[in-house]
């Protein structure tokens, strides 16, 4: 997870200035790269105990940051997630209920966006899976 904190870190330098001091930094290993479900088609690149220890693990970090604001919350939310390839790619899939088994049927950039908005109603939009606009082309890789 070195490359994750790291663009974590980026970020953070970045966004600091303009939020003013008023966000919460949180660093947990439930974000750590995993193979999250067996995928659909079956393409094997890790032991199938990976996907019982890895999947559960993942899973918990969808329910933890994938919900719907509280009742009682009054103003919009952004949070910022980084993470790896393969966590975004299942946690799309699960946002927007598609079967989570075609989390491998995407393919995502290192150091891109995704954009997930879950309004007030429960209603999931994916406004972007894998921008990659702000990095030059040269610097673009996906492993």
């Not at 919350?73 to 393969?86: M, W, Y």
């Not at 109603?121 to 702000?134: A, E, F, P, R, T």
């Amino acid at each position: 997870m070195v490359r994750a904190r790291e663009t974590g870190d980026i970020i953070l330098d970045k966004l600091s200035p303009a939020l003013e001091d008023k966000h919460t930094v949180t660093r947990t290993d439930i974000l750590v790269e995993g193979s999250p479900i067996e995928a659909v088609p079956r393409i094997r690149f890790k032991p199938d105990q990976y996907e019982f220890e890895d999947g559960p693990r993942i899973e918990a970090a969808f329910r933890r940051f994938f919900h719907r604001a509280h009742f009682s919350q009054e103003q919009d939310s952004h949070e910022v997630v980084v993470c790896h390839a393969n966590v975004i790619r299942y946690m799309v899939c699960r946002a927007t209920q598609n079967p989570p088994e075609a989390w491998l049927r995407m393919s995502l950039a290192n150091g891109s966006i995704t954009e997930v908005v879950i309004e007030p109603n429960g209603q999931v939009y994916v406004m972007s899976i894998g921008d990659k606009g702000h990095m030059p082309t040269n610097m673009v890789t996906y492993n």
